[in-house]
C-alpha cells in the first residue's frame, strides 16, 4: 500500500504569511476579515462646485468613518473615492445628496469597486491656490446673498404683518364701535319698556280706587 503524505511546509508559509499580515497590518486585517469593506467611486453632479460641497463631504467622511478623498472635476463635478464599511457607505452616500443653498446635488454616479485599502483618511484634494481661494469667495459670495434676500424677505414679512395688524385694528376699532351702538339701541329699547311698565302700572293704580268703591 503506497501512503501519500502532504508537505507540511506550504501550510507553514501560508501560516507565517497570515502572522505577519495580522501582526504588521491589524487594523487591514481587521477590516478585510471581520468587517465587509466596500470602495466606491462616485461622481457628484448638479450645482456642486464653487459652493463649498466638498468641505460638507469631508465633514460627513469624517463623521460615519470613510476614507478617500473628493476633488473636482472640470467642468462642473465633484468626484468622490470612498473607502469603509459597507452600513458607513451607505449613510454616506445617502448623506452626500445636499440639497441646501448653495449646494444642490441632481444626481450621484456610483460605481463600486473592490477595496484596496489604500487611504488612511479622508482629504480635500484642491487645486491652485487661486481657483480655490476664488471657489471660497464665490461660496461667500452666494451666502452673503442669499443672507440679504432673507433679509429682504423678513423686511418685507415684516411689513405684510404690520398691514395685518392695522387691518385687525381696524376691524376691532368697528366692533368696538357696533358694539357701542348696539349696547346703546338695548339700553334705549329697555327703557322705553321700562316706561311702559311704569305707565301701565300707573293705569292700574289708579283703577283700583274706583273699584273698591
Request: glycine share 6%; hydrophobic share 40%; net charge negative.
Amino acid at each position: 500500500m503506497i501512503i501519500f503524505s502532504v508537505s507540511p511546509f506550504p501550510k507553514l508559509i501560508v501560516f507565517i504569511i497570515c502572522a505577519t499580515i495580522i501582526k504588521t497590518y491589524p487594523f487591514i486585517f481587521y477590516l478585510l476579515i471581520v468587517r465587509e469593506i466596500k470602495r466606491a467611486e462616485v461622481l457628484a453632479k448638479g450645482r456642486v462646485q464653487r459652493v463649498g460641497y466638498r468641505d460638507e463631504v469631508e465633514e460627513i467622511a469624517r463623521r460615519v468613518g470613510i476614507m478617500g478623498f473628493v476633488e473636482n472635476v472640470k467642468p462642473y463635478d465633484v468626484r468622490i473615492v470612498a473607502e469603509g464599511e459597507d452600513s458607513a457607505l451607505e449613510r454616506f452616500l445617502e448623506e452626500i445628496k445636499i440639497k441646501k443653498y448653495p449646494i444642490d446635488v441632481e444626481r450621484l454616479e456610483v460605481r463600486f469597486e473592490d477595496f484596496k485599502a489604500e487611504f488612511e483618511y479622508f482629504e480635500i484634494k484642491r487645486g491652485e491656490w487661486q481657483e480655490e481661494l476664488g471657489e471660497r469667495f464665490d461660496a461667500a459670495g452666494k451666502l452673503l446673498y442669499k443672507s440679504v434676500e432673507l433679509g429682504e424677505e423678513s423686511v418685507s414679512i415684516g411689513k405684510k404683518m404690520l398691514e395685518k395688524q392695522d387691518e385687525t385694528i381696524c376691524e376691532m376699532k368697528g366692533l368696538r364701535h357696533d358694539l357701542k351702538s348696539f349696547i346703546e339701541k338695548r339700553f334705549d329699547r329697555l327703557e322705553r319698556e321700562i316706561e311702559i311698565i311704569k305707565a301701565k302700572l300707573g293705569l292700574v293704580e289708579n283703577s283700583l280706587p274706583s273699584a273698591l268703591q
